[in-house]
């Protein structure tokens, strides 16, 4: 926390968001919303949290039709009984989701996912395994063959 402070005091622009783990580990939003409170927790402002969250990932990557709500920006939104400005974990009490302009209640999404999120087959998470276990040990053994080569020179 204190890191993502003194990066941000000294000109970096602090990205947020959850990585997807490839087998369903990553439920996408609730990641996202304790990232917030977890930046607010740090000691930023609730909107420079969300700010962080939401139009600095567009910023870097040179998004110019999203990041924010403005005329004639695209805006997948979600609609918050609360003001997240004053109490942050008021980003929790999700109401609507809109997303590419359909409205969608957010208990029905839930229920539509139960049982299916963090579902994967145990032969993917093996494969995942094995390949990094695999990584890891290629990586040790070009250690050696560099170290033993320089130490030969």
Known sequence: ??????????????????????WGGVLAGFGDQREVELLVEAG?????????????????LAEREIGTIAPGM????????????RTIADVRKVEMVFKDGRAYDPAV????????????ELQQFMTWKWFGI????????????????????
């Open 1 to 22: 926390m204190a890191f993502e402070r003194a990066f941000v005091a000294a000109g970096g622009k602090l990205l947020a968001g959850v990585d997807p783990t490839g």
């Open 44 to 60: 930023f402002r609730p909107e420079q949290a969300i700010e962080i969250a939401t139009s600095n990932g567009a910023r870097f």
């Open 74 to 85: 695209q805006a997948d939104l979600f609609v918050v009984a609360g003001d997240p400005a």
């Open 109 to 120: 999404l839930l229920a539509e996912a139960e049982g299916t999120v963090g579902a994967f």
């Open 134 to 153: 695999a990584g890891v040990l290629s990586a040790l053994i070009a250690n050696r063959v560099i170290r033993r080569r320089h130490a030969r020179s």
